[in-house]
């Protein structure tokens, strides 16, 4: 990944440096689109994404990250993200993904590297299906094709499956996976092609002056001024803005594990089964194949809470033991699997589980987008568009992803947080 310099960085903003080596004065006027100049804090899914729609806009960015893009501290992080159109009865979500699909398309042409894999999606229910029944008409108005498959059928079709308990299963088309890491890291580099600067620091805020931020101030103690603001720091949002997000925003502790098949055995790759969920008591997903990491089970259901920069990363006995049975139950040829793998990860979920698109009610030249893990990745692109032209005041805010909603937003159950 290409960096540059801070002497490079102030060369290309067509500003000096005036109190510190960061520093870069505030822009001139707002009146053309050269004239503004936006940090965005976080390279990860949003942030990476925001920025590349500003830098395509030719507004001058400059994205920073302490770790950067993908980094293992880093929600966007790890090797793979379910990509899908479901979201019950949330048409906001189904639209940002229907209009993500060519986004993903077309950041894999400029890279000349696969980034989205079409599996499709079997969700399994072993409870009511109300959450697939109310996305069907959103389905069917975005043309996303579902089928509604027989448990009976199910069995013939997926024989590696013990369908035990699942009285509906249902086949979603348009869905797969994405390569996570590597797209932050490939968001990035497309950053800077496209006039973008990328620096890794972290940033928190600086200076106030009537209302606005005046700067930020990196990890190294500099400081960087620009005229607009974009905190996008996953987990570490409600730390940087505790008074505003700090009960609003909870990072907890995920764990992933891939586990090793048979050899010759290709029931289980992603060429004979499509990603699963299984939609129960717990959500429990997966993702067969995983680029030779190994059949990937993750159990969606929130953990405790985390600090995603100290956190103990070393998956829990419980976790593994819990993972195991599953997998020994609904995928009987693979109960004495090996661990090959094992992560530990965060959420970063809001209380009421929906995306924070917003601007800052004290600093007019700040804005906060957050709140997406466990779905978010997915739209990134769309969102980080929807989040450029709010920006740039063309279009109007998300009630929905609104800050003041979460003050009287009532704390979402297990499942309204599976958005």
């Not at 490079?8 to 080596?21: M, N, Q, W, Y």
């Not at 405790?304 to 829990?316: E, V, Y």
């Not at 980080?384 to 109007?396: F, H, M, P």
């Amino acid at each position: 990944m290409t960096r540059v310099t801070r002497r490079e960085i102030l060369k290309a903003a067509g500003a000096t440096a005036v109190a510190a080596p960061w520093a870069m004065g505030n822009a001139r006027s707002c009146g053309s689109d050269n004239s503004r100049h936006v940090a965005v804090i976080g390279a990860g899914a949003f942030g990476g994404w925001t920025a590349l729609h500003l830098a395509r806009r030719k507004i001058r960015v400059t994205l920073f990250d302490a770790w950067g893009p993908g980094n293992s501290r880093a929600s966007s992080g790890g090797e793979s993200r379910v990509i899908r159109g479901i979201y019950g009865a949330d048409e906001i979500y189904t639209r940002l993904v229907h209009e993500s699909y060519p986004l993903w398309r077309a950041l894999e042409k400029h890279c000349d590297e696969p980034l989205l894999k079409m599996q499709g999606l079997l969700w399994m229910f072993s409870i009511d299906d109300a959450y697939v029944q109310k996305a069907l008409p959103i389905l069917a108005k975005y043309g996303m094709a579902i089928d509604c498959i027989e448990p009976s059928d199910a069995r013939k079709r997926y024989p590696q499956i013990d369908f035990s308990g699942i009285h509906k299963a249902y086949f979603e088309h348009q869905a797969g996976s994405l390569k996570a890491r590597r797209a932050c890291q490939i968001v990035c580099r497309q950053v800077q092609k496209e006039g973008g600067a990328y620096v890794e620091q972290g940033g928190r805020t600086g200076s106030m002056n009537g209302g606005r931020l005046g700067d930020v101030i990196l990890s190294d103690g500099s400081k960087f001024t620009a005229d607009v603001y974009v905190f996008a720091c996953g987990p570490w949002l409600a730390q940087l803005f505790p008074d505003l997000l700090g009960n609003k925003i909870s990072p907890t502790r995920q764990e992933v594990f891939y586990f090793g098949t048979p050899p010759h055995d290709r029931a289980f790759d992603d060429g004979q089964l499509p990603i699963w969920v299984d939609f129960g008591e717990r959500l429990i997903y997966g993702i067969p194949g995983s680029d030779g990491r190994g059949f990937k089970v993750a159990d969606d259901t929130r953990g405790s809470r985390f600090d995603p920069t100290n956190g103990d990363r070393t998956p829990s006995v419980e976790g593994i033991e819990r993972a195991r049975a599953f997998l020994g139950r609904r995928f009987p040829r693979l109960a004495n699997a090996p661990l090959l793998e094992a992560r530990v990860c965060q959420y970063e979920n809001s209380t009421d589980g929906h995306l924070i698109l917003d601007r800052h009610p004290a600093m007019e030249n700040v804005w906060l987008v957050g709140g997406g893990s466990g779905h978010g990745f997915k739209l990134s692109p769309a969102l980080g568009q929807l989040a450029s032209r709010q920006i740039l005041g063309e279009s109007d805010l998300e009630p929905r992803f609104s800050i003041k909603r979460l003050n009287s937003a009532k704390q979402a159950t297990q499942f309204e947080r599976q958005r």
